[in-house]
Structures are given as structure tokens and as C-alpha cells.
């Protein structure tokens, strides 16, 4: 079993700037990647960002060039710097540990934080 735990979320003023972290603990053998999705009231969940092993990094359109995620191999910590916010940033953002491996005979499979509240004001 993996456990993670966010922090960092808050309310900021449009232009302003969030960190949130995110660490996993558990059963870990290997991950494919970390990352970072939101979702906002009345939608989707949505994918924000994540991050590989090796350091390759993924973003939508959406977020590129405002949102930096950063990744601690050696504490399975991802970190996600927000800046530039909108209103439209606003959302619980979840983290996830992608493609977990506990063992090398138990097949890969994602988990999930239980998510942080972002709120950006206009």
C-alpha cells in the first residue's frame, strides 16, 4: 500500500504563487512517474503535470510555462510551483504515484492523494 500527502494548497490572488508537495510512502519498489491533476467543481478531473523517474516532465497547454513540478527520488516527494495563477487555476489538486511497483512480481498500478484545495481570487 502507498500512502500520499499533499500540502500547500491555500488561497492566493490572481498573479500570485503556490508549492505544493506531495510525498509518498509505502510499498515502492519502483514508479513510473509522479504527477499532478486537478479538478475543478462541475468538471473533469484533469491532468496538470507529472514528472518521470529519470526527470522528463509532462504539461498541458493550459499550464505550460507557469506551473514547474520538481521531483525528490530519494524522499518519492514531487513538488508542484504555481505561478501566475488564475481564477480558472482553481480546483482541489490531487497527486498521484504512477505506475507502482511494490514488488517486481506485483503488476503496476497508480494511487492517489486525497487531494488540496487551490483557490485563486480575482
Known amino acids: 500500500q502507498v500512502h500520499l500527502v499533499e500540502s500547500g494548497g491555500g488561497l492566493v490572488q490572481a498573479g500570485g504563487s503556490l508549492r505544493l508537495s506531495c510525498a509518498a510512502s509505502?510499498?515502492?519498489?519502483?514508479?513510473?512517474?509522479m504527477g499532478w491533476f486537478r479538478q475543478a467543481p462541475g468538471k473533469q478531473r484533469e491532468f496538470v503535470a507529472d514528472?518521470?523517474?529519470?526527470?522528463?516532465?509532462n504539461y498541458p497547454n493550459s499550464v505550460k510555462g507557469r506551473f514547474t513540478i520538481s521531483r525528490d527520488n530519494a524522499r518519492n516527494t514531487t513538488y508542484l510551483q504555481m505561478k501566475s495563477l488564475k481564477p480558472e487555476d482553481t480546483a482541489v489538486y490531487y497527486c498521484?504515484?504512477?505506475?507502482?511497483?511494490?514488488?517486481?512480481?506485483?503488476?503496476?498500478?497508480?494511487?492517489w492523494g486525497q487531494g488540496t484545495q487551490v483557490t485563486v481570487s480575482s
Open positions: 514528472i518521470t523517474s529519470n526527470g522528463i516532465t
Open positions: 509505502g510499498s515502492i519498489f519502483s514508479m513510473n512517474a
Open positions: 498521484a504515484a504512477l505506475g507502482v511497483r511494490a514488488t517486481p512480481l506485483i503488476d503496476r498500478r497508480d494511487y
